[in-house]
């Protein structure tokens, strides 16, 4: 379980910068960035909290180091692009945290856990929303969803070093990976 959340974590850390970013270069779209990246913050800091409970385990590196080159390929290109890879990357976050809910896994018995993991998935649902809306103000459906297309493909690669922390949370790694590799037919378009 720490190992999924560094995981996650890696990925809060990284969002909150680009928001910040994003915020100057899109300044029509400021109030709403503003508010996803404090979003992230709180969730960055949800997370530490959580993974200071828990049991300490080895870093999985050639998955953070994989996860971290998916965010930082995040931060290229323009407004338009760059939120349709947030939008590609946060609604892949609610798959893998609704995986992670599901009845039947074996998350660690811990307070909050499940509370977290559930406020996060859902405002990452809203963040996808919000990027989607930018992204589509911002570029053409086909350039937006190719973008998308090959964020998800970067974060299944970076997702396939991590099955063994799948299977060990009792969640089918086969079958996440395989949600998370298709794009949702509505992202993204108008
Ligand atoms: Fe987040
Ligand atoms: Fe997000």
Redesign the pocket.
Known sequence: MARMLSL?GC??EA?CLSFDRLQRMAPAAHDALAAVAR??RV??ALLRGLLARLPPAGPNSRALVAMRSVHKGLGQGDPGLQCAGIAAL?SA?CTLLSGMLRRGTHLPWHGPLRAVLRK?RD??AR?VAVTQAIALRNGETNKLRAAAAQLRHDLVVALTLAGNDFEALGIDPDRTLAAIAGLPTGLLRS
Request: aromatic share 0%.
């Open positions: 996650l990925g809060e969002a979003d992230e969730h960055d946060d976050v996060i405002d990452e963040h």
